[in-house]
């Protein structure tokens, strides 16, 4: 049995446009709020915590919606192909209506942009569960995992490809000494990404055709149900001393995800308001923290298999730590941006990669076999929520106290995370180290 790896990367370019479309989003959002329609922090917080506010109701429910789908094209593919459509659309009404209130400010232009942009998010709502569900529907169980890993991998890749269009697009020397930014090619470029991978996944991707692939794979293969239907219901009580150490695992997610979420949604403002530096300039820091994650992946799969997943959960958040804490230090000693600090990018992204690979496989080792899914959500409601809570702080911060406690911020949050992280003493008993392509296996 082997993985139909040409069909895996197909499913992907589904992957690489949501992840594209949500790196410009994180990057390029807040400094139209405040530098376009001049919010202050705290209110650009709150909408950026939109995203995940709406994704906690519209993920679940647009992906059972897709399971009970009849539609000839498929289970998944209505909702990928339109909803990727109807994002298009309004994602280039955006900078069309922030080159407007900047030519002619008004109320009600800012007004509809908030309104647009609430509607973005639903729409990349209704299908980023579709999209996720899709692999699992064409790959059989025992090759999710590699499956999984060129699906992150594509992921990457659209992120990054984002990422290197701005650097170019939006450099220093082509932005310095505008009053106002356009940013309608970059948003176009990213429609554009978008739009064709939604239509090679539809022209590739036979949904139904692969269905009855897989049903004829299960009946031949009954054997890989076996353990589902022995599991328990999964009504028993986890042992006091599990409970306890899940209690602490989820509590440590939730911190540094408060903490490092706040820079990945701050920082092109924060470098743009303290360095002076272009969106551009600073989209160069955050590709080598995505570098710096992605070389890691495969090396943490070794050292985890070797020193066990707490402690090299415990290396990653006190890379982080201390990354964050070297930035504030310099940031109280130079008002310029340094390529120093190129150096603490790789290592934030190293320290995120530590984290990011074994959290999950530690939340889902304390749960039977019948209880994964279950488990899952949990994993997934204190990352979100926590993704909820930190626009709005970080920025009521920002607006406030002042933008050099973002990194005091981060690292704070990342310092209790290694704390409540010490508590955990479970989720590390089977030896499930990926090897290969499979350390890309993450959530």
């Known amino acids: 049995m082997k993985l139909n790896t040409k069909r895996t990367v197909l499913v992907g370019f589904a992957f690489l446009s949501i992840a594209a479309f949500w790196q410009m989003y994180n990057n390029v959002i807040p400094l139209i709020l405040t530098n376009t329609f001049h919010m202050d922090e705290t209110w650009s ?36 192909l339109f909803g990727t459509i109807g994002a298009v659309i309004l994602m280039m009404a955006l900078p069309m209506i922030d080159n407007s209130y900047f030519a002619a400010a008004s109320k009600s232009k800012e007004i509809l942009f908030v309104v647009v942009l609430l509607l973005l998010l639903v729409v990349m709502g209704t299908y980023r569960s579709p999209a996720v569900a899709l692999m699992p529907d064409v790959t059989p169980k025992p090759l999710r995992s590699k499956a999984n890993a060129i699906i992150n991998l594509m992921g990457a890749i659209g992120g990054i490809t984002y990422l290197i269009l701005a650097s170019i697009l939006y450099s220093t020397k082509r932005t310095a000494g505008l009053a106002h930014i356009n940013y309608f090619t970059l948003f176009a470029i990213v429609a554009g990404i978008m739009m ?45 001393e599990v409970k306890k150490s899940l209690k602490f695992l989820l509590l440590s997610i939730s911190l540094w995800f408060i903490g490092y979420n706040a820079i990945e949604t701050w920082f092109t403002t924060y470098a743009n308001h303290v360095w002076g530096m272009s969106l551009g300039s600073a989209s160069v820091c955050l590709t080598i923290a995505t570098v710096g994650a ?14 066990g997943r707490k402690k090299t959960i415990l290396i990653g958040v006190g890379l982080l730590t201390c990354s964050f804490a070297a930035a504030f230090v310099f940031t109280l000693a130079s008002s310029t941006f340094s390529p120093f600090l ?83 003493q479970h989720g590390d008993s089977r030896d499930i180290t990926k090897k290969g392509l499979a350390s890309f296996d993450t959530d």
């Open 45 to 80: 917080g709150v909408i950026m915590a939109a995203d995940n506010v709406l994704a906690l109701f519209l993920l679940p429910f647009f992906g059972a919606r897709s399971d009970r789908c009849k539609s000839k094209m498929g289970r998944r593919m209505p909702f990928i």
């Open 196 to 240: 064709v991978a939604a239509i090679i996944v539809k022209l590739t991707i036979h949904e139904r055709d692969i269905e009855k692939e897989m049903q004829s794979y299960e009946t031949a293969h009954p054997e890989e149900n076996l353990a589902e239907k022995d599991e328990t219901t999964g009504k028993e009580e986890l042992p006091p």
């Open 294 to 307: 992605i070389i890691s992946y495969i090396p943490v799969g070794s050292i985890a298999s070797k020193i």
């Open 342 to 424: 190129y150096v603490l990018f790789v290592l934030v992204g190293v320290g995120w990669a530590f984290i990011n690979v074994n959290s999950l496989p530690m939340v889902v080792e304390m749960c039977k076999d019948s209880d994964i899914g279950k488990f899952t959500g949990l994993y997934y409601t204190f990352s979100m929520a926590a993704q909820t809570i930190t626009p709005v702080v970080a920025g009521w911060l920002l607006h406030n106290v002042s933008y050099d406690s973002l990194f005091v911020y981060a690292g704070v949050f990342l310092a209790l995370s290694f704390m409540t992280m010490q508590k955990v």
